[in-house]
Each structure stands twice: as structure tokens, then as C-alpha cells.
């Protein structure tokens, strides 16, 4: 083990990077909910920063690489409280950073799959209740995920699922809570179609998202290499097709091509080339990219005839798009793809997509439910028509 100078640096520039991500993802749910509603809905995003954060610090990090526990979650006494996590790197985890930039990149990782499910519950949605489940939904859902997807023991690792920056850990997880989450609160009581409230602040967020993902996926290497700078202009690549296609669209079904649309696809193809990014070529990537996009294009518009009331379209653009990447991986992944002969890798990723749906849905029901016992979850009537700023923060957008 050695610790590599130019490593640190890229991996310090990937963790900051991330980090922008959550105060982006702000700022694309914020700009597209009701006037009344969207400093609530930043703040589900923002207060993310400092809950999981420090939950991060006492037990989740070893929650999710602490010594295997049976392959399904890490042994909470491994770095309690960071005990060892230090300026030495770890042969296991890391072997060329210190394990402390480790830990502080995994958990910007951490902080942003909560805040991705907030969009399904926007505008209804208690906020106290809403950090009690942001805690479980990291404690019981999140760390088993990353500790079986990428600790060294991990049951689904060992298992053969590539997922190379959290498009299961992630994505699948933040987009199946989110559905469960729709559910389980409820339809608005008023849930007409309203004009976003700020568009530019659509556009911001998708341009914090799309350059913080760079950090995302290329920092997932964790070096200054040849994988970082393909996963860079994988992710690159994906993203501007996803959103082209996704406007293509529009324009083939006769509507005028628009930011919000152009944003969302963007976002889209970001999602699902996470999973594939270190592990397919350039022009897999666009194919991902374009598959992605008209997939979950797809999704949002029969959503939209369901009675499912996903707010922001979590679930289509987060879930399904994730799902996607995951089967695309295996699909294209270099050597050990579909397209190479290799049926293993995709049959194990088939597999585990389902165990990994399976698992997210019924658990993340039982920590709605859990929630609220302890604090009701969705607010009252007044106050959804009021409006969750004033009701919920005394504050208000001007």
C-alpha cells in the first residue's frame, strides 16, 4: 500500500465535486414545484447534508464497509464513530488514498439517495417525519446496499453485479423508496398541474448535477487513471444524448421543445450510465444514453395516466432509469457483457435487480410505516393547502 500524491488531489476534487450535487439537486426539485412549496422542498434536499452526515461519522460508514456481517451489512464496531478510519490508506477499501478521503467521498454518495426520493413526496410531505425516515432509510436500506455492492465481501460483489458508481445502490434504492413512498402518502389534495415555479433554478440544478456527476462516476475509480477519464467521457456522452432524445420526443409527439424537458432528460442519462460508466465503451455509452431517455420517457407519460401521484417523477427518471443502467451493464460491460457472449453477467444482474427491487420495497414500506408511529408522515389538509413553507418553516419565496 502506497499512498499516490496525484490520487489524493483527484479524489479531494471528486469528493468536493459531489458534494455539489445535493445543493444542484435542490435547485432542480425546487425550480419545479408551486411557488408555496419550494423552500420546503430545497430544504428536504439541503438538510440532508448535515443528517446523514453525521450519522455517516457515528455508525454508517461501518454499517456499510465495516467488517462483512454474512456479506448483507458491515459490523457497526468496525469504525464507530471513525475509530481507525485515518491518513492510512486501507489494502481493502482503498489502498492508494487515505481511508479518511475513502469515507468522506462514499458519503456525499450517502447523503444525496435520500434526497433524491424527496421529489415522489413533494408538497405533502411532514418534515419531521421526513428525518426520521432519511435515518432508517441510511441505516436500513442504503448501507446493506453499498456494503453488498461494493465492500470486498459484499454478497452481491461476490455474487458477480457490476455497479461501478451507484446506479443500484443509488438510484434503484432512492427510485423504488420513492414509488413506496408515493403510495403510501397519498395523492395531493389538489394535485392539478401548476406551472413550475422557476425554471432557471431547473436549469442550475441540472448544470450543479451533470458537473458534480463528473466526481460522481469518474471519481469512482478513485485515481487519477485511464478508468477515471473514461468514465468521464462516458458520462459525458450519455447525459447530452439522453437529454437530445428526450427532446427528439417531444418534438416527434408534436410539442415545442422545452428547458424542463431538456433537464430532465440530461438528468436521465446521468442515471443510467452510473452503473456502466467505468465498464463500457464510449459509443456504448450513447446507446445507453438513448435507450435510458425513451425508456423512462415512456415511464413518466404512463405514469401520468396512473392515478400514482410521483410528484416529480422520481420513480421514472431515478428507478427506471436505473434499472436500465443496470441491464445495459450487463449488456455491454467490456469482455464480460452479453454482446461478448458472456449471458453470466447479465443473468446475475437480471437476478439481482429483482432481489435488489424485492428488497427496497418491502423494507422501505416498513420504515414508512415505522415513521409513522413515531411522527405522522404526511402533514394535514390546512397545511398542504397552505403550503409546506409556511406551515412547516414559517418561511416564505418572494
Not at 462516476?217 to 473514461?230: F, K, Q, R
Request: charged residues 10%; aromatic residues 12%.
Amino acid at each position: 500500500m502506497s499512498i499516490n500524491g496525484s490520487d489524493i488531489a483527484w479524489m479531494l476534487t471528486a469528493t468536493c465535486l459531489v458534494f455539489l450535487m445535493t445543493p444542484g439537486l435542490s435547485f432542480f426539485y425546487g425550480g419545479m414545484v408551486s411557488k408555496k412549496n419550494i423552500i420546503s422542498t430545497m430544504l428536504q434536499s439541503f438538510i440532508a447534508l448535515g443528517v446523514v452526515s453525521v450519522l455517516w461519522i457515528v455508525v454508517g460508514f461501518s454499517l456499510a464497509f465495516g467488517d462483512s456481517i454474512l456479506g448483507i451489512v458491515g459490523d457497526p464496531r468496525t469504525f464507530f464513530m471513525f475509530e481507525n478510519v485515518r491518513m492510512l490508506p486501507s489494502e481493502a477499501l482503498a489502498s492508494n488514498i487515505p481511508l479518511v478521503l475513502f469515507a468522506m467521498f462514499q458519503l456525499k454518495f450517502a447523503i444525496i439517495t435520500p434526497a433524491l426520493i424527496t421529489g415522489s413526496f413533494a408538497e405533502r410531505i411532514n418534515f419531521n417525519g421526513y428525518l426520521v425516515f432519511i435515518i432508517l432509510f441510511t441505516l436500513f436500506i442504503y448501507a446493506p446496499l453499498a456494503h453488498m455492492t461494493w465492500h470486498p465481501k459484499g454478497l452481491l460483489r461476490t455474487f458477480g453485479v457490476l455497479d461501478f458508481a451507484g446506479g443500484t445502490v443509488v438510484h434503484m434504492s432512492a427510485g423504488i423508496a420513492a414509488l413506496v413512498g408515493a403510495m403510501m402518502l397519498g395523492k395531493r389534495k389538489n394535485p392539478i398541474q401548476h406551472n413550475p415555479v422557476n425554471i432557471p433554478f431547473v436549469i442550475l440544478g441540472t448544470s450543479m448535477l451533470w458537473f458534480g456527476w463528473f466526481g460522481f462516476n469518474a471519481g469512482s475509480s478513485l485515481g487519477a487513471n485511464a478508468e477515471a477519464a473514461m468514465a468521464f467521457a462516458a458520462t459525458n456522452t450519455a447525459s447530452a444524448t439522453a437529454m437530445l432524445v428526450w427532446v427528439m420526443i417531444d418534438r416527434f409527439r408534436g410539442k415545442k421543445i422545452s428547458a424542463l424537458g431538456a433537464c430532465i432528460g440530461a438528468v436521465v442519462g446521468l442515471v443510467a450510465i452510473t452503473p456502466a460508466a467505468g465498464f463500457v465503451t464510449i459509443g456504448h455509452s450513447l446507446l445507453i444514453g438513448a435507450i435510458a431517455s425513451s425508456v423512462s420517457y415512456m415511464a413518466v407519460h404512463y405514469k401520468n395516466k396512473s392515478e400514482l401521484d410521483d410528484t416529480l417523477d422520481v420513480f421514472p427518471s431515478h428507478g427506471i432509469g436505473g434499472m436500465v443502467g443496470m441491464v445495459l451493464t450487463g449488456v455491454f460491460a467490456n469482455e464480460v457483457g452479453l454482446i461478448h457472449g458472456r449471458w453470466e453477467t447479465f443473468a446475475v444482474h437480471m437476478v439481482a435487480l429483482v432481489a435488489v427491487s424485492v428488497f427496497v420495497f418491502f423494507v422501505s414500506a416498513i420504515l414508512y410505516k415505522i415513521t409513522n408511529l413515531i411522527i405522522s408522515i404526511r402533514v394535514d389538509e390546512v397545511a398542504e393547502e397552505f403550503g409546506l413553507d409556511k406551515s412547516q418553516h414559517n418561511e416564505q419565496y418572494s
